[in-house]
């Protein structure tokens, strides 16, 4: 993949990441004077989720969802989570405001969430899927050897 595409799909991802915070938060506001701060919350974050993965497979990475798909995305969100969680820690350590600093966590860790979305959606970074001529070849190459019979 030239860097050219990787950069525009980092901008779209970020886009989704924009809807999706918008999402969290229109369904927290509507869940909450119904259900309370917590349940609201926990909502908000199932439909988020739902609402970044139809984005992400569509916009950001133009690939069909699958169930496949759907229940392997959560897992590039523990990335993010984590790769935002050890940055707001130390820039706070670093002296960083604590207001700020996840914002900037954020936005460092974008990139990071970013590869672990496509990884865990498209598959391609390790498993891109072989041509025509591969499979061929490589069916040509594990074909057992025809034995004469005598």
Known sequence: MRARELVAGLVRYGTVGLANAATYYGTYLLAHPHAGYLVAHAVGLGAAMVVSFLLNCRFTFRVRPTWT????????QVVNILATTVGVVGLVHLGVDERLAPLLAAGLALPVSFLAARFVITRAVLFPEPSRGARALADAVTRPIPVAER
């Not at 798909?69 to 590039?76: I, K, M, N, T």
């Open 69 to 76: 798909r759907f229940l392997l995305y959560p897992a590039s």
